[in-house]
């Protein structure tokens, strides 16, 4: 609904054509260039998991794969556009199952199909409704591989939820082994941007504002990197337009919506954005879209083990070689899709 409001005020603004800057909005839709021809974000778009998906499909030489989603429409942007990169990687989505509140019949459909490899979309509580139902469908093991979003907080299947009749025990049997794709929105580098702060003192801030409070119970706590570089984005970008400004006669005390000039320069200044900022290094694409790398998880034991990241600007890999598996893997995919607020986990 929120992704949907957004779209609406962002066509419909009387400012559609002056520069719009967010921080926490990850639909593929905001790539149209067509519709939103001035708006940026420091947060990527959710088909930036795709790539890496592709890679690691590659990587374990996997063929085929199922998707199960929840019907909205970030949801249904990245899954299309996971369907035309694997078809031009070779690999093909056999099975695709939706739902819109209830998993049970989807997640039926993918056993009755033999699905192996499983990708998954959907947001936190609906991810529990649908490991509670794998469950009971006995869809996981050493037969299985399951691709989960990896912005969820760390015990999301812990947590307590009656929409569901499954217990914990039986969440984290379920879900022992799947992998996750995350946008990296905490730098991991030791390096002072145009803040002057490196990531860890930036965190280090933000605790201490909180005042004790548990990081995974702060609403937007995730994004807080991305909100801050946000803010840096804009005020390095409006500081460029002064000399092009200046050189015209004109100055930025003199915007107003009407002024396409100022606006035409604010444009040009954030669409070269290049800086260290304290989620790493901040660059837009052609979309607006921020670039960023990938984190690379799994889960064993119930804990979250760092894998590998990718870099897709580069086609980079970077594997530790730490993934461990139930058992041998088959060459059928199960492909999940799901939102959820993105800092929740972990920042190290």
């Known amino acids: 609904m929120f992704v949907l409001l957004l779209l609406s005020l962002l ?4 400012h559609l054509f002056s520069p719009q800057l967010s921080y926490g909005s990850s639909s593929p839709a905001l790539s149209n260039r067509q519709r939103f021809p001035t708006f940026f974000r420091t947060h990527p778009s959710a088909t930036l998991h795709n790539p890496t998906r592709v ?21 249904t942007s990245t ?5 035309a990169r694997t078809k031009e990687a070779g690999i093909e989505i056999s099975v695709r199952q939706s739902f819109l509140t209830d998993p049970a019949p989807a997640v039926k459909n993918l056993k009755r199909q033999d699905a192996r490899i499983i990708v998954g979309l959907f947001y936190e509580t609906e991810a529990r409704k649908v490991f509670c139902e794998v469950y009971k469908e006995k869809l996981y093991g050493k037969k299985y591989v399951w691709f989960l979003i990896g912005w969820y907080a760390d015990n999301w299947f812990k947590i307590k939820d009656p929409s569901i009749n499954c217990t914990a025990e039986q969440m984290t049997e379920a879900v022992e082994g799947h992998v996750t794709t995350e946008i990296v929105m905490l730098n991991p580098e030791t390096v002072r941007g145009a803040s002057n702060l490196t990531s860890q003192e930036f965190l280090n801030q933000l605790m201490s504002k909180l005042g004790g409070k548990n990081p995974e119970e702060t609403g937007g706590f995730q994004e807080a990197p991305l909100a801050y570089d ?3 984005a804009l005020a390095l970008a409006l500081n460029k337009t002064v000399g092009p400004l200046k050189a015209k006669g004109r100055r930025l005390e003199d915007f107003n919506y009407n002024n396409r000039d100022i606006t035409a320069e604010i444009y040009r200044a954030l ?3 290049s800086f260290e900022g304290v989620s790493g290094h901040v660059v837009f694409d052609a979309q607006g879209s921020r670039m960023a790398w990938t984190l690379i998880e799994q889960l064993q034991g119930g804990s979250y083990k760092k894998i590998g990241y990718f870099d897709s ?6 594997w530790y070689g730490y993934d461990r598996w139930i058992g041998k893997t088959h060459s059928f995919i199960i492909v999940m899709n799901f939102c959820i607020p993105y800092f929740t986990r972990r920042v190290n």
Do not use: C, M, R, Y
Not at 11 to 14: A, H, Q
Not at 59 to 74: L, S
Not at 313 to 318: E, F, R
């Open 230 to 232: 946000a803010v840096w």
């Open 55 to 75: 890679q690691l499909f590659q990587k374990w030489k996997w063929t085929k794969i199922a998707t199960i989603q929840q019907t909205t429409e970030v949801f």
């Open 313 to 318: 600007t580069k086609g980079n890999l970077s």
């Open 79 to 83: 899954l299309d556009d996971l369907e």
């Open 271 to 273: 669409n070269t954005s």
């Open 11 to 14: 066509f419909l603004s009387p």
